[in-house]
């Protein structure tokens, strides 16, 4: 087993997971295994994945793996820790935020995917060694209020897909990098109409490259677009919030195939809060998501649980955990 059909498998295996769900034409013609790092479109964060993902026009602690512009919402610095177990591998999350009033956010992050450990054969079918894949994301936000009303927010972000060996499979080892930008913009148009409206590109950046510039492929350059609208507003409680998210989702190049995500929330005195919603997505499974937060003071925690049917035989989907304390 060479290193490039190695490099091939491990990164086929992640994009065919990516695209279950979808017909064999639009995986092959516009499916994510033709672009790199197709894990940055894997959901992140348990209040995100509650609310199928619907969050580009929703401020919070998740927002610098999703729109950074929400993060100019965020009240006071924060410790952030996220934690999800997807069928391509588990997610391990950490983000610090540090806010100032009337300045802004300024946030650092960091992701792993651990996709786990393959064993490694010579031509003989012996076992000699193993293989790991691993993807990193670092990434630094910052978000402030432009206007009254008006929150923009911008990300830096290193990705990294590496590919460890321990044994005798000398060659194989390697790792690739790039960077990528996002860009979102936060808007509520009146400060009496409890309206939101969100916009972002995401994943934007040089092409991913593996071996040679020949084989680099482009990263999974995402433009959405997003609505909220709080549906208890003028029911006379000050203490009930009801939000109702839309959003679409579309490829930056190739577009033509939107995806879309659909969330609601139910905030109780800023400390209780119930969240359902309902992904259908053009890159990776869908279906509906509840979840459940806990606010007291300083301290945040949340989970989620997506409904759908798990793509691997036998199993159910997970829990998705985030919490955070403030400093």
């Not at 033709?34 to 995100?48: I, K």
Request: one cysteine or more; charged letters at 15%.
């Amino acid at each position: 087993m060479c290193k490039q059909t190695v490099l091939r498998w491990l990164c086929g295996c992640a994009a065919a997971l990516l695209v279950v769900g979808s017909s064999p034409d639009d995986a092959t013609a516009q499916g994510p295994s033709d672009e790199g790092a197709p894990f940055l479109l894997l959901p992140v964060g348990a209040r995100a994945v509650a609310l199928g993902r619907a969050v580009t026009a929703m401020p919070g602690q998740e927002s610098a793996f999703w729109n950074p512009a929400g993060l100019a919402s965020v009240d006071g610095s924060r410790v952030a820790l996220l934690r999800g177990d997807l069928a391509v591998g588990t997610t391990t999350a950490a983000s610090v935020l540090f806010a100032r009033p009337g300045v802004g956010t300024l946030g650092i992050s960091y992701l792993l995917l651990d996709a786990g450990d393959q064993e490694y054969k010579d031509v003989n079918d012996n076992l000699v060694g193993s293989i790991s894949l691993r993807n990193h994301l670092a990434v630094v936000s910052a978000a402030a209020h432009l206007l009254p009303g008006l929150d923009a927010g911008v990300n830096f972000k290193v990705v990294q897909f590496r590919l460890s060996c321990r044994g005798a499979c000398t060659g194989i080892a390697t790792a690739s990098t790039t960077y990528a930008v996002d860009a979102g913009l936060q808007w509520m148009p009146s400060a009496g109409t409890p309206l939101r409206l969100g916009a972002m590109v995401a994943h934007l950046g040089p092409r991913f490259q593996h071996e040679n510039a020949s084989q680099a492929d482009p990263l999974p350059t995402r433009v959405r677009v997003a609505a909220s609208y709080d549906l208890l507003r003028g029911f006379g409680r000050s203490d009930l919030e009801g939000w109702f998210t839309v959003e679409l989702q579309e490829r930056l190049r190739r577009p033509g195939d939107a995806s879309l995500y659909v969330g609601s929330e139910i905030a109780a005195g800023g400390t209780l809060f119930l969240r359902a919603g309902y992904a259908t997505d053009a890159d990776q499974p869908g279906g509906a998501s509840v979840g459940l937060g806990f606010r007291v003071d300083k301290f945040d925690i949340s989970v989620a649980k997506s409904l759908a049917s798990s793509i691997l035989p036998g199993e159910s989907e997970p829990l998705d955990v985030s919490l955070s304390i403030g400093f």
